[in-house]
């Protein structure tokens, strides 16, 4: 009778589990950004690039090819983004279209549906 029902796992059903899918990645940021932050005693190479910000995927190897370092300490500083500061108008505190006060739309009321809440 056994043999009977190995072959009707086969025929009919998977004897093994189903493997779980993977696990879903978290999003990664495309615009994911780093400086390099040099260290006490930085090489010139490193210095020259003090303030440039490199698209993480983009930035240069540590240590840079031109250190002459013994011991390089320079480090990557992390940003959201590979822009600075402010770029908009109302970002810089500049009003364009003549209006200076604060949002006044009420985002709880948009939309005509009754579940649009």
């Known amino acids: ?9 086969a025929l009919f059903g998977r004897s093994e589990p189903e493997p779980k899918p993977a696990p879903a990645k978290k999003p990664v940021n495309p615009w994911h950004a780093v400086a ?3 260290g006490p005693r ?3 190479a490193a ?18 090819k031109a250190c002459d370092s013994a011991q390089c ?4 500083e992390h940003f959201d983004d590979r822009r600075k ?5 109302h ?21 005509r549906r009754k579940t649009d809440g």
Request: hydrophobic share 30%; net charge positive; aromatic share 4%.
């Open 91 to 111: 970002e810089l505190g500049v009003s364009i279209d003549g209006y200076e006060g604060g949002e006044q739309r009420n985002s709880s009321k948009r939309g």
């Open 36 to 38: 390099i932050a040099p």
């Open 47 to 64: 210095g020259k690039l003090r303030d440039v910000r490199f698209l993480s995927r983009e930035a240069p190897p540590l240590p840079l």
């Open 1 to 9: 009778m056994s043999d009977v029902l190995k072959r009707a796992k």
């Open 85 to 89: 500061g402010p770029r908009r108008a």
């Open 42 to 44: 930085a090489c010139a």
């Open 73 to 76: 300490t320079c480090r990557y």
